[in-house]
Nanobody, 116 residues
Framework: QVQLVESGGGLVQPGGSLRLSCAAS????????MGWYRQAPGRQRDLVAT???????NYADSVKGRSTISKDNAKNTWYLEMNSLKPEDTAVYYC??????????WGQGTQVTVSS
């Protein structure tokens, strides 16, 4: 089994930056792709960014150009850096890991609030 622990959320001013972290433990070898989704109040959970084991990345149009997803294999951790934050980026951010049997593991979520 894979366990995910997120960190790095909080209150950020518009135009600011943040970095979210997701640390994985357990059956790390089974992870094929990892990434981030977000869910704003009253809305569905939407893709933010993903990265595969061979470093292929994918971004939602809403964050493309101001976000970077990366991973540190030695630490079993992946990151989401976001710049030029907007109030509409406010959401609970969930990291996820897609594993070899087709399953998806979710982190517990971390709140990001963009407000002055």
């Amino acid at each position: 089994q894979v366990q995910l622990v997120e960190s790095g959320g909080g209150l950020v001013q518009p135009g600011g930056s943040l970095r979210l972290s997701c640390a994985a433990s357990g059956a790390i070898f089974s992870i094929e792709r990892m990434g981030w989704y977000r869910q704003a109040p009253g809305r569905q959970r939407d893709l933010v960014a993903t990265i595969t084991n061979d470093e292929r990345t994918n971004y939602a149009d809403s964050v493309k150009g101001r976000s970077t997803i990366s991973k540190d294999n030695a630490k079993n951790t992946w990151y989401l850096e976001m710049n030029s934050l907007k109030p509409e980026d406010t959401a609970v951010y969930y990291c996820h890991a897609d594993i070899t049997n087709g399953g998806r593991i979710w982190g517990q979520g971390t709140q990001v609030t963009v407000s002055s």
